[in-house]
């Protein structure tokens, strides 16, 4: 059987060298789209789901890649690879579990963070970690910047808040809680690299039995990666205990507004988000 060829729309291409020059042909180029990693973008370019005009290639620009501590937070720059953040000498925790789980090792060397987030997948697996930490993304212009949680960065399927001359530069986590811990849950059709059918990111602090704090985030069982709010106020104030765990799961089944696609139906992923919490809560428990 003969090889299909691909061949991609017309295109313009540049490479910008800084941080500046980039902000400014995002403004100037109207519909412009920004190429960092590529994992997910060309892939769309080559089925014909998008065809830009106009490519920026910010994986050059050393601004832009690093993972340093400042101000007590961690910070991240939007085109650092994902293998970078799993090899951090600067602890991640729960980001660094998720980060492992993915893709495969090629594609966690070409992938970065914020092309996983600027994606806007409901699946992406960097979002539901980020969000339990409370981070913070750093969108900017040439004319100035915008910091929005993570969570409200997502506006739907391939559709974020970024405005049409902003570029996502910084991920800020602020540094956790005294006690605080986390765990990531992933399931996947065959193994953990392949896309989430359903993925959570639950973060616990717990003193003396009773949970003081609480945040679960899912994935892939919305429009958008959400906070299970209802689940997380349920253990907030109470001792964790298995009936505790039980109760906590299945609210969190219930916030999820799952659709049936070729990787599960609504069903089969609300009964996963039920065993996801359920298996990160225990795992938390016996931490």
């Not at 925790?93 to 998720?98: K, T």
């Amino acid at each position: 059987m003969r090889p299909t060829s691909v061949i991609l729309a017309d295109f313009d291409y540049s490479a910008p060298k800084s941080l500046e020059e980039a902000l400014r042909e995002k403004k100037e180029r109207k519909g412009a789209y920004v190429l960092a990693g590529g994992t997910d973008l060309v892939p769309k370019m080559r089925g014909q789901v998008v065809k830009p005009l106009y490519l920026i290639d910010i994986s050059g620009i050393k601004e832009l890649d690093y993972i340093k501590e400042q101000d007590g937070q961690v910070r991240i720059g939007a085109a650092t690879k994902i293998s970078r953040i799993i090899d951090s000498k600067i602890k991640l925790g729960v980001l660094q579990e998720a980060c492992k789980k993915l893709g495969n090792p090629l594609t966690r060397n070409k992938a970065t963070i914020g092309g996983n987030l600027c994606n806007a997948s409901p699946a992406a697996d960097t979002a539901t970690p980020l969000m339990v930490l409370g981070a913070q993304l750093v969108l900017k212009s040439i004319d100035g910047e915008r910091v929005v949680p993570v969570e409200n960065f997502f506006a739907g399927p391939g559709k974020t808040v970024l405005k049409e001359d902003e570029i996502l530069t910084e991920i800020r986590i602020p540094p956790p809680e005294d006690g605080a811990k986390a765990k990531f849950v992933k399931v996947g059709l065959r193994k953990a690299d392949a896309i989430s059918v359903v993925n959570c990111a639950v973060l616990l602090k717990v003193q003396e039995g009773i949970v003081k704090d609480a945040k679960i985030a899912l994935g892939s069982v919305a429009p958008t990666p959400i906070l299970a709010k209802e689940a997380q106020s349920v253990l907030v104030g109470n001792k964790l205990g298995e009936e505790l765990v039980e109760k906590c799961a299945q609210i969190a089944a219930k916030e999820a507004k799952p659709i049936d696609d070729v990787r599960g139906s609504a069903k089969y992923r609300a009964l996963l988000v039920e065993g996801c919490v359920k298996k990160a809560l225990r795992e938390l428990m016996e931490a």
